[in-house]
């Protein structure tokens, strides 16, 4: 029986390259999205399983997982490819904005380690989730998205070592910015842009492609001795200082 790993957020830019580079290794792959993006065929890619899931909803994510296990799917492992980004400094964000954050990063991290966790406990595999690499480099009006990503590292280390007698994995990647719909008004200023590229001693922000590959990697049961790790996808961001 095929390894099935479920991508959630796989309609979006990192989530669709997933799914993409996990079907290259011949991986069976069910996209959990919501229900207006598996409306939209277009976006869609042929020989992924789309299936409606509100990251949000801790219960829509057990239900997810209940369906995959009445189903007797091979579950090997499970990422989170939500979440949002906020550029306002401390003193101008509202306790809206601040829940939103959280609700689009944090909340849905500990929905998935728990959800897929009741699973995976039993079987073994591989949870990755998704943090930033604000969470470990001080960055300007990056506060409320610093707080929230830092959480996901946090709950990475304490579900990592949870569930290790269990042969259960959890990881997560740290992007510096990437070329996706989740940071369209940031790319699409040239200044901005420009500004953004500087930051990263690459000299370029990164590809949906790239931050997947790594995603894909952990995953992958060969990474049998990986767990409790961030590993940065950043184009050295948050570890050098850019020069030039």
């Known amino acids: 029986m095929k390894q099935t790993y479920v991508i959630i957020g796989g309609a979006g830019g990192i989530g669709s390259a997933v799914c993409k580079e996990l079907l290259q290794q011949g ?22 399983d789309y299936r409606e899931a509100n990251a949000e909803d801790w219960d829509s994510l057990d239900d997810l997982f209940a369906g995959i296990v009445a189903e007797n799917i091979n579950l090997a492992g499970a990422a989170l490819c939500v979440g949002s980004i906020l550029l306002k400094p401390a003193h101008s964000t509202s ?3 601040f829940d939103t954050v959280l609700s689009k990063n944090l909340y849905p991290a500990f929905g998935l380690i728990r959800s897929a966790g009741k699973v995976l406990a039993k079987t ?22 610093s707080a929230a990503k830092a959480g996901v590292e946090g709950l990475v280390r ?6 290790a007698p269990k042969g259960l994995r959890v990881n997560c990647v740290a992007p510096g910015l990437v070329r996706t719909g989740l940071a369209e008004r940031i790319i699409s200023n040239p200044n901005a842009l420009r500004t953004s590229e500087k930051m990263h001693a690459l000299g370029r922000i990164g590809e949906p492609g790239e931050v997947a590959r790594a995603i894909a990697w952990l995953l992958n049961e060969d990474q049998s001795w990986v767990t409790g790790q961030s590993i940065g996808v950043d184009g050295g961001l948050s570890e050098l200082v850019a020069v030039g």
């Open 27 to 48: 991986k069976a792959v069910i996209a959990g999205v919501r229900n207006p993006e598996i409306r939209d065929r277009a976006n869609l890619i042929d020989g992924v």
């Open 158 to 163: 304490s579900a990592a070592a949870t569930y």
């Open 124 to 145: 073994g595999g591989s949870i990755v989730l998704v943090s930033s690499a604000a969470a470990q480099q001080g960055l300007a009006h990056h506060e409320a998205i």
């Open 95 to 97: 306790i809206e904005e």
